[in-house]
């Protein structure tokens, strides 16, 4: 049996809770913690946050060795620009799926199945890892995001990562969801 790989994200997503805000020693801690425990990869920030969120960025990833390390970037050029200045493996990228998100953004589903390919080329040229997140995966609509995960697949990412961002499924619709993608990009 294959052993699960288990992606952290407290660096990154854990500090969206309301009042949470880690210091650069508190974020280097929990990234030595999570590694001595065996963490493989981790997400460890958002660069487009700014100078200090980099330089921590880059502290963890001069001292985390081991753990295969990523950060989080909206699908935007400058996002990606600014996480080439973290010594990182690995960038998500992350592109809203459901109509809500996207309208949130000022876009539509037109312009994620066009623009996958160009935010991936970009990003294949400043990290050996590209991975696509699609937040809100479990409100898109479903023969859309089965063209989206077809379309990250052609792009030549990593990874595809569906998000159910407001909790809304279940173990079994998960299941159908993953399964239903899954054949629709194979």
Known sequence: METP???????RDGEQATGVAFSNAERLRIALSLEALGIREMEIGTP???????????EIASRCLKARLSCWCRADMEDIRAASACKIQAVYISFPVSDFLLFAIGHDRPWALRSVGRFVRLAKKLFP?????APDSSRAHLPFLQMFAQAVKDSGANRLRLADTVGILTPGTSLQLVQSVRRAAS
């Open 5 to 11: 790989l288990i992606i952290d994200t407290t660096l």
């Open 129 to 133: 890892l590209v991975y696509i997140g």
């Open 48 to 58: 487009s946050m700014g100078t200090d969120e980099v330089e921590s960025i880059n």
